[in-house]
Nanobody, 127 residues
C-alpha cells in the first residue's frame, strides 16, 4: 500500500521560512517522479514544484521560483520543499504526489498525471 505523508506545515510570519517533508512508503521510491501542489481556500489545486527521479532536474511555478527549493533524499524516501520569504499568498494546504510516468516537464505540472497523493499539510502565512 502506497503512502505519502507530509509534515512540517505550520503558522509563520510573512518573510519567514518553513521546510516541508514528504516520506513515501509502499513503492519503489527511485521509480517515481515527485511533485508538490497546493490548494488555497476557494481555489483549485495548483502546481508548486516537481523533481526527477535522480533529483537532477527540477521545475517550479513562476509564483515560487527563487523562493522555494524542492529536493529529495533517495536514501530516506523523502522529498522536501524548502520555502523562504513566504508571502500571505502562499497560505494553502500543501500536498506531495508521486508518479512513475514522465513525458515532459509540463506533464508534471498537471495534478491528474500523478498516481499517489498525501493527505496534505497546512501552511499559514500571517502578514
Amino acid at each position: 500500500q502506497v503512502q505519502l505523508e507530509e509534515s512540517g506545515g505550520g503558522l509563520v510570519q510573512a518573510g519567514g521560512s518553513l521546510r516541508l517533508s514528504c516520506v513515501a512508503s509502499g513503492h519503489t521510491w527511485n521509480n517515481y517522479m515527485m511533485g508538490w501542489f497546493r490548494q488555497a481556500p476557494g481555489k483549485e489545486r495548483e502546481f508548486v514544484a516537481s523533481i526527477s527521479r535522480s533529483g537532477g532536474s527540477t521545475d517550479y511555478a513562476d509564483s515560487v521560483k527563487g523562493r522555494f527549493t524542492i529536493s529529495r533524499d533517495n536514501t530516506k524516501n523523502t522529498v522536501y520543499l524548502q520555502m523562504s520569504n513566504l508571502e500571505s499568498e502562499d497560505t494553502a494546504v500543501y500536498y506531495c504526489a508521486s508518479t512513475r510516468r514522465y513525458y515532459t516537464t509540463s506533464f508534471l505540472r498537471t495534478s491528474n498525471n500523478y498516481e499517489f497523493w498525501g493527505q496534505g499539510t497546512q501552511v499559514t502565512v500571517s502578514s
